[in-house]
């Protein structure tokens, strides 16, 4: 299993930017997709998540309003929407996968740098 992570950079505070994560290599039905973040020296934070059957998405509270997450089932892909984006969104982020009803995430993909200016 493969997650191939892109679409991260450097933008502007304000800006947007939209995260892609592919996923290869098995069936993804019943799985949920996520995506975290990690700032060097502090815990990794789950920012968002989606099931891959009904599309129920979670997100945390420093992103709610402004992270948007979104899968393409055809593609095996899944979307993070970042608008308004803040220096505070600085970080490392990372896609994942896992199997419904399980407790950890089973797959990760490499993480991507964004990086908000002020």
């Known amino acids: 299993v493969q997650l191939q992570a892109s679409g991260g950079g450097l933008v502007q505070a304000g800006d947007s930017l939209r995260l892609s994560c592919a996923a290869s290599g098995r069936t993804f039905t019943n799985w949920n997709m996520g995506w975290f973040r990690q700032v060097p020296g502090k815990e990794r934070e789950e920012v968002a998540t989606?099931?891959?059957?009904?599309?129920?998405?979670y997100y945390a509270g420093s992103v709610k309003g402004r992270f948007t997450i979104s899968r393409d089932n055809a593609k095996n892909t899944v979307y993070l929407q970042m608008n308004s984006l803040k220096p505070e969104d600085t970080a490392v982020y990372y896609c994942?996968?896992?199997?419904?009803?399980?407790?950890?995430?089973?797959?990760w993909g490499q993480g991507i740098l964004v990086t908000v200016s002020s």
């Open positions: 994942a996968a896992k199997p419904g009803g399980a407790r950890q995430y089973t797959y």
């Open positions: 989606i099931t891959w059957n009904w599309g129920t998405t």
